[in-house]
């Protein structure tokens, strides 16, 4: 039987999963799954207690809207999740195993995320809006939606005031009185919910300490909030609400891999996740690796356990294409308690590793290898860890991994369906040296669905944003679509990105032309080998700063066809002062020359040069890249070409810095680029 190709609509069919945990005791695995029912026509979120021994599966509900983010406590009879029915919005409920009766908990005005039970069950910790002044009382009394619409109108009304940086953050916008505060509400329903945290800051990756009276958390209550990729580590207890900062003048990783605090299984340490000074926050290298920590819970003793290898150099990672592991940790302390457990790339290939806690080595080993990427981990039970894992072709499954071995054995796979019946293309790599000869540049080539022998093909070039993320062994419903339609889709991992080592990962490699020459390098090398790939229609897009690099070579290349600039970055000083990660001028003798660099430095410059039809796409509420730019990029377009030059501009209201998520936006979106590349190429 001969295989569909996929559709931009398999966006809106697509089976996810998240939150993974397995029970070993009964020998089930018990996850949240985001489905399309074809019978109502509607898309349906479920949590799933399934047997690993007969694949019979348990269906816990409390008759809501996107239910999931399921945790089963210690004794393994109740498990708490969440669920918004209408007027209430997402609220916490628990399911009584034995007795099967459903339980709210929770009446949160602003809803809740993030929760989790204490060990010994009395409690469940978790996050909600708040700021100081609001009563609890108020904050937990629900309104109709008529009230609570009023009173987010009323609060766009009110004047936004700013004494220093830090005031805004794409996808949140500009900085309001509510922001994430910790609540605990116990588990017997003797009395509501009651706020643990206190300030106008943000306390989030939470977890209980062993003795059920203490919370850790990472908050910016002490930092500057403008330095919004690291925070302090607090203690709170429960009880007294004492505060006590365990880290000072420390970068404990909060954005965009935050690693939660750990308790070591004896109590007396923690494992953080601090970026390396060594590196130079800020300097030429960009973002800083992250080393794991052991911190005694007084923050006198701060040891690093990670030492870096020629394979690993990092203790997170930022693949850009491994779309799996969704509420799962990137960082487990494993089941005997003597190592942790953590997922970081290693050329391309994204592994789970472990370290000692303990002792003078610190080397990571590799507990898993293969041309695929694992970016999630359950938490560990008896040497055995359940782990989230993609490939190119297949979308994401869960494996339960033998922590000493690496075993692997298959427990579900998500996207049967697309596996069974469509063409998904395989994915073929190389690696070629650079013409410096300071690194070498990994590609990745997916031919078109059901492509002839002999044919040729209209292909894309596609860059990943960052520049620091990198493209991995993954699976890319966006690419696979593309080749669905009947283009080829390639793309690399130039200088600027992580998983290669520290020298290949230099910022300044990304921003000097370096990585720009390695990206042209891989399209030469890409065409010798594959003759599948017309050279003669090429297209070139990509996000971010893949947008960034999409107007560099515009501006440079003439061997493009077309060109598609999504997001992109566009002018230093639009971004200086409009984006959220504002920059610095203070090393200039006045601000009027760092605006003059700025501006003759950026990639607006020389948008004459370019030759071929460009469509660019942006969000209208993009704080990382401020759509300010995409004005100006269509204004400079137009102004420096003749008329009939082919140039567009679409703008997608509500959207931040991501592509659209709202299904009839999300089509809209990728038909535009579908359009345009089909008439251009």
């Not at 207890?237 to 970068?251: F, G, H, P, S, Y």
């Not at 039809?613 to 509420?621: K, Q, S, W």
């Amino acid at each position: 039987m001969s295989k569909r190709a996929s559709e931009f609509k398999d966006f809106d069919l697509e089976e996810t999963i998240s939150f993974g945990e397995y029970l070993p005791d009964t020998n089930e695995i018990i996850y949240a799954r985001s489905f399309y029912e074809e019978a109502d026509s509607v898309r349906k979120n479920q949590v799933v207690v399934q047997s690993l021994k007969d694949k019979s599966q348990e269906i816990i509900t409390a008759g809501g809207m996107g239910e999931g983010n399921p945790k089963v406590s210690s004794d393994n009879k109740k498990i708490l999740f969440l669920s918004a029915l209408p007027e209430t919005g997402r609220q916490l409920y628990v399911y009584d195993r034995e007795t099967k009766e459903v339980t709210r908990m929770t009446n949160m005005r602003f809803g809740l995320f993030d929760p989790l039970w204490s060990p010994d069950g009395k409690w469940i910790l978790f996050t909600s809006m708040a700021a100081d002044g609001m009563e609890e009382e108020w904050l937990q009394t629900m309104v109709n939606k008529e009230e609570q619409a009023k009173y987010t109108r009323e609060r766009a009304k009110k004047p936004v005031e700013i004494t220093d940086f830090g005031y805004k953050f794409d996808g949140l916008g500009f900085a309001q009185p509510e922001v994430m505060h910790l609540w605990v509400v116990p588990t017997d329903g003797s009395c509501k919910a009651k706020r643990i945290t206190a300030g106008p800051a943000n306390f989030m990756h939470a977890v209980w300490a062993p003795d059920s009276a203490h919370v850790m958390c990472e908050s910016n209550l002490y930092c500057k909030k403008e330095i919004s990729i690291a925070m302090d580590v607090l203690t709170i207890d429960i009880a007294t609400l004492e505060v006590v900062r365990v880290t000072k003048d420390k970068l404990v990783v909060s954005y965009p891999n935050p690693v939660r605090p750990l308790f070591t299984p004896d109590g007396k340490y923690i494992i953080v996740g601090i970026l390396d000074y060594k590196a130079g926050y800020g300097a030429a290298t960009g973002y800083p690796a992250c080393i794991l920590h052991r911190v005694s819970l007084d923050g006198t003793e701060i040891t690093p356990i990670f030492e870096k290898t020629d394979e690993c150099f990092d203790s997170v990672q930022f693949p850009y294409n491994a779309h799996c592991g969704m509420g799962l940790e990137k960082v487990r302390i494993s089941s005997d308690g003597t190592s942790v457990l953590f997922a970081a790339g290693s050329r391309g290939e994204c592994r789970i590793w472990k370290v000692a806690i303990y002792g003078d080595e610190h080397r990571p080993v590799a507990v898993t290898k293969g041309k695929v990427a694992y970016n999630g981990l359950g938490v560990p039970r008896l040497g055995k860890v359940l782990a989230a894992r993609t490939e190119p072709n297949r979308p994401e499954a869960y494996y339960l991994i033998d922590e000493r071995t690496g075993e692997e054995v298959l427990c579900l796979q998500s996207g049967k369906d697309m596996i069974e019946y469509t063409a998904l293309s395989p994915v073929e790599d190389f690696f070629f040296e650079t013409l410096d000869g300071e690194s070498k540049v990994h590609g990745f080539c997916m031919p078109p669905q059901n492509a002839k022998k002999g044919e040729k093909y209209p292909t894309i070039v596609y860059v990943h944003g960052g520049p620091h993320p990198f493209y991995c062994y993954g699976f890319d419903l966006e690419y696979q679509c593309f080749a669905g339609a009947g283009f080829g889709v390639i793309y690399c991992n130039p200088r600027g990105s992580s998983g290669y080592g520290d020298v290949h990962r230099n910022l300044e490699r990304a921003m000097d032309g370096s990585a720009y020459t390695d990206i042209m390098q891989f399209v030469s090398e890409a065409c010798k080998r594959y003759d599948w790939i017309d050279e003669d229609r090429l297209g070139f897009t990509g996000g971010s700063y893949g947008g960034y690099m999409t107007n560099y070579t515009a501006t440079r290349a003439k061997k493009f066809k077309a060109y598609i600039t999504q997001r992109a970055v566009v002018n230093d000083l639009i971004s200086f002062a409009s984006s959220d990660m504002q920059g610095d001028s203070t090393s200039y003798p006045t601000f009027g020359e760092y605006m003059v660099h700025a501006v003759e430095n950026s990639v607006i410059c020389g948008m004459e040069k370019v030759n071929a039809p460009f469509l660019i796409l942006h969000g209208e509420d993009d704080l990382r890249c401020p759509v300010e730019g995409a004005h100006q990029l269509f204004v400079a377009l137009k102004d420096s070409h003749a008329e009939d030059f082919p140039v567009k501009l679409v703008l997608y209201p509500f959207v931040s810095h991501n592509q659209p998520s709202h299904p009839k936006q999300r089509q809209h979106y990728y038909k535009t680029m579908l359009d345009w590349f089909t008439q251009y190429l």
